[in-house]
Nanobody
């Protein structure tokens, strides 16, 4: 059993910053790709950013230059630094993780709410 726990969400004004954390624990020997997703009310879940075990990253276009994903493999932790937040960034942010080597399994956290409003 693997658990992912996100933290760091909250209410912030436009232009502000938040840093989300995702900690993986449980019976997983090695974590491969970790990703941050978000889902706004009435919209489909979308990939925000992902990072491979060796540190390669990719971002959705709307967050490039504002968000940064990072990880610490020794701590089974990933972060999402979000700067210059916009109201359209409001969503529930969830992280996921895949074992390495990938066996078809993807683990998900419950998510943390990010609200950007004045």
């Amino acid at each position: 059993q693997v658990q992912l726990v996100e933290s760091g969400g909250g209410l912030v004004q436009p232009g502000g910053s938040l840093r989300l954390s995702c900690v993986a624990s449980g019976s997983i020997s090695s974590i491969g790709t970790m990703g941050w997703y978000r889902q706004a009310p009435g919209k489909q879940r979308e990939l925000v950013a992902a990072i491979t075990q060796d540190g390669r990253t990719n971002y959705r276009d709307s967050v490039k230059g504002r968000f940064t994903i990072s990880r610490d493999n020794a701590k089974n932790t990933a972060w999402l630094q979000m700067n210059t937040l916009k109201p359209e960034d409001t969503a529930v942010y969830s992280c996921n993780a895949q074992p390495f080597p990938y066996d078809g399994t993807t683990y998900w956290g419950l998510g943390t709410q990010v609200s950007v409003s004045s």
